[in-house]
């Protein structure tokens, strides 16, 4: 089945309260997605009312996960070479 559209997360609104971007459905409820979902590399945002689901255009890096560290800085400082 094809995605009844794709959208650019740019396009959606956060939803505070359902903590999801959300995005208005033909049948006059909301397709919605989570962060979590987005970290997870998920793209598809469905209506929980009919069958549609749309595809989310976002930049992965856009939503880093929260859990992963991020590497620690070199240790080694760069070296001053003069000539």
Known sequence: M???DEVEIEDMEWNDELQV???PCP??????ITR???R???EIAR???CSLFITVIYNPEDF???ERKQPPPSS????LVVA
């Not at 049948?27 to 919605?32: H, P, R, V, Y």
């Not at 080694?76 to 070296?79: A, G, I, Q, T």
Request: glycine share 8%; net charge negative.
């Open 27 to 32: 049948c006059g409820d909301l397709f919605q």
């Open 76 to 79: 080694v400082s760069p070296k």
């Open 2 to 4: 094809a995605a009844y």
């Open 36 to 38: 979590e979902d987005l």
């Open 40 to 42: 997870a590399g998920e």
């Open 21 to 23: 971007f959300t995005y």
């Open 47 to 49: 209506c929980p009312s």
């Open 64 to 66: 880093p996960d929260p």
